[in-house]
């Protein structure tokens, strides 16, 4: 089993790009979750599903959006970046066994 | 909704010594209560969880306490090594997994040869 997968793992992007954050689990779990970690700081949750279909804002939601494609795929989208979203930005997924299991992370800078 | 908040934010203890890090939250319906390690620039982990039916959970030199009535938890780490530095976040959420997860600040801790 992959886990939690997530591309891209860099991304630069310029201010009011736009791009989409893909991320995919394989663990049948049914919650998925999108964090970001600023640097030296702690995960702040920005949107989280916990069912195919269903999506609830988090603690950081403004200037995000996302999709819950499928049971397996949850994207994140930035419709126009700003450089205070510059940020590493983590996918997670849990299942049954309550663990929350984190996918390797995309370093986003926005200049 | 919840709240949850982590104090030291930074802790430097001697190998060999104890770390003690505490976390406070603010929902009474939170009954799971999750610990993570995040090395450098790496992903968390879990290390250890505990459920609010029980008041202390082991796991070789980790342990967890929680006072539900007080709405405190606290990560003891004995005989620490070089290898437990790391940032650790609680969490406190819903057993159920369809709850969504918020975590404290994080503890940056560093353990000193």
């Known amino acids: 089993n992959a886990g939690v997968t997530q591309t891209p793992k860099f991304q630069v992007l310029k201010t009011g790009q736009s791009m989409t954050l893909q991320c995919a689990q394989d663990m049948n779990h049914n919650s998925m979750y999108w964090y970001r970690q600023d640097p030296g700081m702690g995960l702040r949750l920005i949107y989280y599903?916990?069912?195919?279909?269903?999506?609830d804002k988090g603690e950081v939601p403004n200037g995000y959006n996302v999709s819950r494609l499928n049971k397996r795929e949850f994207s994140l989208r930035l419709e126009s970046a700003a450089p205070s979203q510059t940020s590493v930005y983590f996918c997670a997924s849990r299942g049954g066994q309550r663990e929350q299991y984190f996918g390797p992370g995309t370093r986003l800078t926005v200049t | 909704g919840e709240n949850v908040e982590q104090h030291p934010s930074t802790l430097s203890v001697q190998e060999g010594d104890s770390a003690v890090i505490k976390c406070t939250y603010s929902?009474?319906?939170?009954?799971?209560f999750p610990w993570y390690k995040q090395e450098l620039g790496k992903r968390p982990q879990l290390i250890i969880d505990?459920?609010?039916?029980?008041g202390e959970k082991k796991d070789q030199r980790i342990a967890v306490t929680l006072n539900k009535t007080a709405k405190h938890f606290s990560l003891h780490i004995t005989e620490t090594q070089p290898e437990d530095s790391a940032v650790y976040f609680c969490?406190?959420?819903?057993?159920?997994?369809?709850?969504?997860?918020?975590f404290g600040s994080g503890t940056r801790l560093s353990i000193r040869p």
């Open positions: 929902d009474s319906a939170s009954n799971y």
């Open positions: 969490a406190a959420t819903l057993y159920s997994s369809a709850s969504k997860i918020i």
């Open positions: 599903s916990a069912s195919e279909g269903t999506t």
């Open positions: 505990i459920r609010s039916n029980v």
